[in-house]
């Protein structure tokens, strides 16, 4: 069974960068497309990133592009989400999910295309 473990949320002001790490046992995440998803208050979890397994293909929410980037060191099983000039807006549970069912080389956009998640960490962003 696989664990997905996120790491390095905080309370941040706007423009600082954050880190998020998502370490994965139980299971190599190298052949499978890894991704980050957020939730806010009141709204629906919508992705973050999405990369495949060399990274060399990645989406991103448009809302993100240019500040965020996703990357993964599969020799240690871990995914990153690279956060800077952080904005209001960006506060939210972030996620850590993974693709484990699908056999493929793309990325993936809609949460329901995913079957592991993290329990969440929490990004705060204040003005």
């Known amino acids: 069974q696989v664990q997905l473990v996120e790491s390095g949320g905080g309370v941040v002001q706007a423009g600082d960068s954050l880190r998020l790490s998502c370490e994965a046992s139980?299971?190599?995440?190298?052949?499978?497309?890894m991704g980050w998803f957020r939730r806010s208050s009141g709204t629906e979890r919508e992705l973050v990133a999405s990369?495949?397994?060399?990274?060399?293909?990645?989406a991103y929410a448009d809302s993100v592009k240019g500040r965020f980037t996703i990357s993964r060191d599969n020799a240690k099983n871990t995914v990153f989400l690279q956060m800077n000039s952080l904005k209001p807006e960006d506060t939210a549970v972030y996620y850590c999910a993974g693709a484990f069912r699908r056999i493929g080389n793309g990325v993936y956009d809609r949460s329901d295309q995913y079957d592991s998640w993290g329990q969440g960490t929490q990004v705060t962003v204040s003005s």
């Open positions: 990369a495949n397994w060399r990274a060399d293909k990645t």
């Open positions: 139980g299971r190599a995440i190298s052949p499978y497309t």
